[in-house]
């Protein structure tokens, strides 16, 4: 087996690397089909419980179409569960800043009545600059 897939010319290998994996897996099965094809006489003497055990080119074109479909599949949910994070974490950026901002809010109201309540038993008037200290 080694010594087929070696004996597999690379200017092949070299024209199937803009393919997909299941391109490339297909066209290396195909390959091997050819190189390894026993002779019509010695098909005929096989056991056909040996043919069918044994799974062809077909078989694993169509587990890696299968395969090649899922990954797409993963693919496409992984940039979906990407998209969803960021604007999760947009959202979370925006209510964080939102909550500064009445945090800092309630803060001032709550410095700003307390001064008042302080001015109001001193009798004296507070400025707008000592409200927002």
């Known amino acids: 087996m ?3 897939v070696s004996s597999i010319n690379t200017a092949s290998i070299g024209s199937i690397k803009s393919l997909t994996a299941a391109d490339k897996l297909r066209d290396l099965l195909t390959q091997l089909d050819h190189i390894d094809s026993p002779s019509p006489a010695f098909r005929q003497l096989s056991s056909p419980k040996l043919s069918n055990d044994t799974p062809n080119s077909n078989d694993f074109y169509i587990l890696l179409q299968a395969a090649d479909e899922i990954s797409h599949r993963l693919n496409d949910e992984n ?3 990407r998209n969803d994070h960021a604007k999760l974490r947009s ?3 925006a209510l964080v800043e939102e909550n500064n901002r009445l945090h800092e809010e309630i803060r001032s109201t ?3 009545d ?4 302080i001015n109001m038993d ?4 507070i400025t707008d600059k000592e409200v927002y200290l």
């Not at 001193?122 to 008037?125: A, L, N, R, T, V």
């Open 2 to 4: 080694i010594s087929v």
């Open 114 to 117: 307390m001064l008042r309540l």
């Open 91 to 93: 959202n979370i950026v």
């Open 79 to 81: 940039e979906a569960l």
């Open 110 to 112: 709550f410095v700003s």
């Open 122 to 125: 001193d009798g004296s008037q």
